[in-house]
């Protein structure tokens, strides 16, 4: 008896002793914790996953995917601080891809830096890794070129030259080195490579990777091995592409012309060219699920595959582009494998990009900081649907200061929600727009002229109500059930004028295209595992492109 004694007095003495020298296990850390590998394409649509193979077989089909996953800003830099920091575009304050009031500038200059998704995985015991693209002008002359931000382990990302994915600098954890013009020093091909040492070191530490390749956004330059791919595909001509009739649309979209042959055909190379880039991402998917497999990682790692927004290659007589409230900007793919997933699951409930840092805390064990606006996806991937789950997503566009960004987008500002039925657009010309997406899925009818005021108002305090959201009253707005407008919508929608209803609100296809700063791409639905045949890899060896103006016929860079 005494001995027992002693013994459960030495194991106390022994648990104090651990727990005062941060020795003492938590209760995440107890269970072995997973892996989490994170896949950010830049400026994918949705459609076209069945065109790539290994992300098709080892992700799509071994995986679920989610139907219906939006962001809440279709411009890169905004969306991207949404995914580091879980928040709405008003409450990060990024609201633009550049300077003063947006941009890597904004965020650094905010001090976001100090609280993010890297932080968070860091704190919780996860050896974190960033590389590729991470924001819009990162260092820009703001920070110095070997600036790493805290929450990275790993730390390799381009300062200069990233889109052309040749010529480039990369920042390797604080030591800026130049890659040249050689085969091997294809961008993508480099990254994929740092991933998979990344991923292999030996250890039980869980690590976790944050994965962003430059494809497929413009100039959308290929690896040489994929010069000659998918000679003969065309953009997809939905019933958006090219849209005949814009009479009920606001002034922006009334005021772009329909466009011609020529146009067309550039709509159709840049398609191509969006192809062959993704295919260097699909080669670093392969690549990379074979390593954690060799390395006896593969069952203990989540890997998720997304888009920091969506990309118009043709629909609604937007010839390429983004920054719309349209499906073709906003919608974004996301599949996720790993341990409990189902293979070729489908969630249809709602997600955003701002769920994705959630998800990953979750999974991990890490806690949230409270102003964390978004919500686990780890309940889905269960296959089970909280009570009180997402209803919509807010949407939200502000107008650059900057001239040369400016020229990039026609969009007014505005303020939206996406539900699962409805798209409800405010901007801040006072115009509306108002689609259902049941019996409208292309978006071509704009019903707000429609419908009686009394709708107009239903959707506009709901929409107050996300706009002015912060932490965690984000998640009661985002619960509310939308208006409905069944039985209110007169015959034929179609024949609606322009709509300006004098209430100035606060400032799927998928299409590829030639040479242009913007791009995307999302998950299609095929029926069976797909490979790539020689048909596919067979024509005319494309130029490659450089990422300035001059190279960019119809488009500006991305500033």
């Known amino acids: 008896m005494l001995n027992t004694v002693r013994k459960l007095l030495c194991l106390t003495l022994l648990s104090v002793l651990a727990a005062a020298s941060g020795l003492a296990p938590t209760a995440a850390q107890a269970v072995r914790r997973p892996n989490i590998v994170f896949i950010l394409t830049d400026d994918l649509e949705a459609g076209n996953l069945h065109l790539f193979p290994n992300i098709w077989n080892q992700l799509v089909l071994a995986g679920t995917g989610f139907e219906r996953f939006f962001v809440s800003n279709s411009w890169c830099c905004p969306s991207r601080s949404s995914i580091l920091r879980s928040q709405y575009v008003h409450s990060h304050g990024v609201l633009t891809n550049t300077g003063p009031e947006g941009g890597f500038e904004k965020f650094f200059t905010s001090g976001l830096e100090r609280s993010t998704i890297g932080t968070w995985m860091q704190d919780a015991g996860y050896r974190t890794g960033l590389m590729g693209k991470y924001l819009n002008h990162y260092p820009g002359g703001i920070a110095p070129p070997d600036h790493v931000p805290p929450g990275w382990d790993e730390w390799d990302v381009p300062v200069r030259n990233l889109y052309n994915e040749y010529d480039y600098a990369l920042n390797e954890n604080g030591t800026v080195r130049a890659y040249g013009s050689l085969p091997q020093d294809y961008l993508g091909d480099v990254l994929s490579e740092k991933a998979q040492a990344f991923v292999s070191q030996p250890g039980d530490q869980p690590f976790f990777l944050y994965l962003a390749p430059i494809a497929p956004h413009n100039p959308a330059n290929c690896a040489p091995r994929h010069a000659a791919a ?13 849209q005949e009739d814009v009479s009920a649309e606001p002034l922006w979209m009334r005021m772009r012309p329909r466009f011609g042959a020529l146009a067309t055909q550039r709509i159709d190379e840049r398609y ?15 690549a990379l699920v074979e390593t954690l497999r060799a390395a006896g990682k593969l069952d203990d790692t989540y890997i998720f595959f997304g888009s920091d927004n969506g990309f118009h290659l043709g629909q609604h007589r937007l010839q390429h582009g983004k920054t719309t409230p349209f499906d073709e900007a906003i919608r974004v793919p996301l599949v996720v494998r790993g341990p409990g997933v189902q293979p070729g699951g489908v969630v249809e409930e709602m997600g955003a990009n701002i769920d994705l840092a959630p998800t990953f805390a979750d999974l991990a064990g890490a806690r949230l900081p409270s102003f964390a606006e978004g919500r686990s996806l780890v309940p889905l991937l269960r296959g089970r649907t ?34 699962a039925r409805y798209t409800f657009v405010r901007y801040a010309t006072g115009e509306y727009q108002l689609y259902d997406l049941v019996t409208d899925p292309y978006q071509l009818h704009n019903l707000a002229a429609g419908v009686p005021p009394s709708v107009i108002s239903a959707f506009d305090r709901q929409l107050d109500a996300l706009a002015t959201c912060s932490g965690e009253s984000c998640r009661v707005a985002d619960s509310v059930q939308p208006p409905s407008i069944t039985g209110t919508v007169p015959s034929p929608a179609s024949s609606l004028g322009p709509v300006s209803l004098g209430v100035p609100g606060p400032s799927s296809g998928v ?25 596919d890899l067979s024509g005319v060896v494309p130029a490659r492109v450089s990422a300035t103006p001059e190279g960019l016929p119809g488009a500006a860079l991305e500033p």
């Open 511 to 535: 299409v590829p295209a030639p040479v242009s700063a913007t791009s995307e791409d999302l998950p299609g639905v095929a029926p069976a595992p797909v490979s790539v045949t020689s048909e």
């Open 230 to 242: 998918f000679p003969y595909a065309t953009a997809p001509r939905t019933p958006s592409f090219n």
């Open 272 to 286: 191509r060219r969006r192809l062959r880039a993704m295919l260097g991402v699909d080669d670093m998917v392969g």
């Open 386 to 419: 909280p009570p009180s789950w997402r209803q919509n997503v807010l949407l939200e566009f502000n107008r650059p200061f900057n001239l040369d960004s400016a020229r990039q987008t026609p969009v007014p500002a505005y303020r939206g929600m996406r539900t």
